[in-house]
């Protein structure tokens, strides 16, 4: 009976070497076909044929991900009208294990003749492609995972990882944040992971806040008016000294207090948030906390804002 757990090992295990031995090849070859896809003002079109086809595919998604305009280019629809897609400014990324392939000669010959930079990614030196390309990422000769039949595995997994390396090497270089990169993932968790707090908190008069020397019974007013479960207290700069919550209130039942300036009753020294603060970050906050909103403070601790945890969960944040 075929042992298919040994084999998955095995599969897992020389694609895993050959990543690493493709990592210490790594030089100034790298460097320089970075340098070449960096420098394009355009679009960096993508292309391959077969299974290099599927991994440009990708490549491309990334980079376009990653802030960098990117387009897939099929090798045989550019023979067929698509290479008007590829414009002055744009730089040509080519994938072929071989460095060979035929269906990638009228895209290499429309980057010379209109002086396209052209960059491959192959694992022949001397190959054509390599040989016509402005830089080139040469990876080491490693043996496909399916011995049986040479089934691109191991080559394939190589170049979906450099193009992995070259996608966040050009978004390091260009100063790339995770909230540029939520500007391209607004929809599903990933963007409901990657959103601020400033992206959901309330502000203006939807604060509730109060000065330190406001009688309980009037706080108590606002608060129940706004509806958050709780009030902000400022002291005579402006600055956040403190909150009054409903769990304060239910601690201090029995006793006369509506009288008293909030401050004698507030908690001191809240938890509070910055408009930059990740909203996954911020619910963690609430969850550990067991409390239901958090005030937003600017440099000075000046509150600019509220969040309440119904904002974070109906944006999905979770």
């Known amino acids: 009976m075929i042992d298919h757990l040994s084999i998955a090992r095995e599969v897992l295990g020389a694609e895993a070497r050959s990543l690493d031995r ?27 044929i077969g299974k290099s086809g599927h991994v440009a595919r990708k490549i491309a998604a990334t980079l376009a991900s990653t802030g960098k305009p990117a387009s897939f280019v099929h090798p045989a629809e550019a023979s067929h009208g698509d290479l008007g897609m590829i414009t002055p400014g744009d730089a040509i990324l080519a994938l072929s294990k071989s460095g060979e392939t035929l269906e990638l000669r009228d895209i290499i010959a429309y980057a010379k003749r209109f002086a396209i930079p052209l960059a491959a990614m192959t694992f022949e030196r001397g190959s054509t492609l390599c040989r016509a390309a402005d830089a080139a990422l040469i990876f080491p000769a490693e043996p496909e995972a399916c011995s049986e039949t040479s089934a691109p595995t191991t080559s394939t997994t190589m170049m979906m990882a450099a193009g992995d390396a070259i996608a966040v090497a050009l978004l390091r270089g260009r100063g790339f944040t995770a909230r540029d990169f939520q500007g391209f993932h607004p929809g599903g968790q990933l963007g409901a992971a990657l959103r601020r707090v ?17 009688p309980v019974a009037d706080a108590v007013a606002k608060l129940s008016a706004a ?6 207290v400022v002291g005579a700069n402006g600055s956040l000294t403190g ?24 908690t001191r020294n809240p938890r509070t ?14 969850s550990q906390g ?4 958090l005030f937003v403070v600017d440099e000075s601790r000046r509150a600019i804002g509220l969040l309440h945890v119904h904002d974070c969960l109906k944006s999905g944040v979770l």
């Open 198 to 214: 400033a992206d959901l908190m309330h502000r203006d008069r939807e604060i509730p806040l109060c000065g330190e020397d406001t």
């Open 290 to 293: 067991r409390i239901t909103a």
């Open 227 to 232: 509806g958050f479960g709780c009030i902000g």
């Open 22 to 48: 493709l990592a210490a090849s790594l030089g100034e070859e790298f460097a320089q076909l970075c340098r070449l896809l960096e420098a394009a003002t355009g679009r960096i079109i993508v292309t391959g």
């Open 273 to 286: 948030v910055t408009p930059e603060t990740l909203a996954a970050e911020a619910l963690a906050m609430l």
């Open 243 to 266: 909150v009054l919550t409903d769990g304060d209130l239910r601690r201090q039942f029995g006793r006369d207090i509506g009288a008293l300036p909030i401050s004698a009753v507030m």
